[in-house]
């Protein structure tokens, strides 16, 4: 199976949503924004797990408002909305001051919330939004019950269309895509593929939110080790050649035409458009590539093109390859430890075996790796940047 990428930016397709919808969940009838249209606000998308202390993404929320009203908290994904949009309230006006943030109490068992015109209007007086973390699936469910736009829907795309900025945590990052992740792991993911609603195995892609049309969107990646699921998404599906994964306590910040990341971790990139699926499995093909991109790193949405961070050093390389990390692929933190393993020892090629497949990673064409020289996450620096990556993944026979 042969991906191609038709057009510029994030190798997406800009497409009226009512085409892109799953056949259980028609999208919604608003034309989706595309990364890089004119007057776009700003997308925070952070993994979750952030911390009350950095100031750096919730910077890049207060710097990103547009207007004189407050960055509205949306609590819909939580299982306790209240106490998480007060929490987060406290957090966004201990960085922006009094006043910065208001909650805007949507919780998932008030769907008729969605449908006042009052709330709509409280909306468009937002300069941006922050979505807490939960089920994203509870916020889809809220705001496009069965793939129709309520008026509370509306009021937040006006207001990201004409430039406010768009913010979420966990499942408020991961709501933002179309397709959406909602379920699965990786294990799942290489035995079964992309499941259909209600299956049991495999990871599940359901209708988004569209504010990120074509590309999923993955959170508590390095940490929860979601590389698998992401993988699977772009091989097994026609319509998706580009992925972000998000770790805990950073951001990926798309603003305009350039994509950057920020935080205490890192962001894994999954560029698909050249890959060839192998129908044998939904997680065999070859022609990935994957980049780690550590805080002050950018992305060109273009072209595709990462510069590093500048301040940052290339790697001190060990030379004797050694031993790889001990663990799976999919343990926590793994596939980081991984990739620090290849920046230091840069082989011709690293395998590892996982859910009956081989998956193999080769330095890519430009390949570099470097860090800054303070400690980061689980024991590696901070700030690195690993990558190019030719992945390829193959059945074990």
């Known amino acids: 199976m042969i991906r191609f990428n038709l057009v510029v930016v994030l190798g997406l ?32 998308i952070i993994g979750g797990s952030l911390s009350p202390s950095n100031e750096a993404v919730y910077r890049e929320v207060l710097d990103g408002r547009a207007g004189d009203g407050p960055v509205c908290v949306i609590p819909t994904a939580g299982g306790n909305p209240r106490s998480s949009m007060e929490s987060a309230v406290e957090r966004i ?32 007086e937002c300069s941006g939004f ?40 966990s499942a408020g990052a991961a709501m933002m895509s179309d397709p959406m992740i909602a379920g699965g792991d990786s294990e799942g993911a290489f035995r079964s593929g992309v499941r259909d609603p209600g299956e049991n195995a495999g990871v599940l892609l359901t209708q988004g939110m569209s504010f990120l049309p074509g590309t999923p969107v993955d959170q508590h990646f390095l940490a929860r080790g979601r590389i698998g699921r992401l993988m699977v998404a772009i091989l097994e599906q026609e319509d998706i050649s580009v992925g972000w994964g998000v770790d805990e306590d950073a951001a990926l910040v798309l603003d305009g035409r ?70 799976e692929l999919f343990d926590r933190w793994y596939f980081l430890h991984l990739l620090h393993y290849v920046g230091r020892n840069q082989p011709n090629e690293v395998a590892v075996e996982v859910e009956g497949h081989r998956v193999k ?37």
């Open 130 to 169: 922050f979505f807490t973390g939960g089920a994203q699936s509870r916020v889809v469910d809220l705001f496009l019950p069965n793939g129709i736009p309520t008026p509370a829907y509306e009021a937040v795309m006006e207001r990201f269309r004409a430039g406010a900025v768009l913010s979420g945590s």
């Open 258 to 327: 350039e994509g950057r990341v920020v935080g205490a971790s890192g962001v894994i990139l999954l560029d698909g458009r050249s890959a060839v699926g192998d129908p044998t499995s939904p997680a065999a093909g070859r022609g990935l590539r994957i980049h780690l991109l550590g805080p002050g790193d950018r992305v060109d949405l273009e072209s595709m093109e990462v510069a590093p961070d500048p301040s940052k050093r290339a790697l001190a390389v060990d030379g004797d390859e050694g031993t790889l990390p001990e663990g």
């Open 13 to 44: 397709i800009s497409f009226l949503a009512a085409g892109c919808g799953s056949a259980s969940n028609p999208a919604p009838e608003l034309p989706a924004p595309v990364p890089g249209e004119d007057g776009l606000g700003r997308l925070v």
């Open 361 to 397: 990673l080769r330095p890519g064409q430009g390949f570099r790796a470097l860090a800054h020289s303070e400690p980061g996450p689980l024991g590696t620096p901070y700030g690195l940047s690993i990558g190019p990556l030719e992945v390829e993944v193959e059945v074990i026979p």
């Open 93 to 124: 006006e201990h960085w922006g001051g009094e006043g910065a943030a208001r909650g805007v109490y949507l919780p998932s068992d008030s769907p008729e919330r969605a449908h006042d015109p009052n709330v709509a209007q409280e909306l468009r």
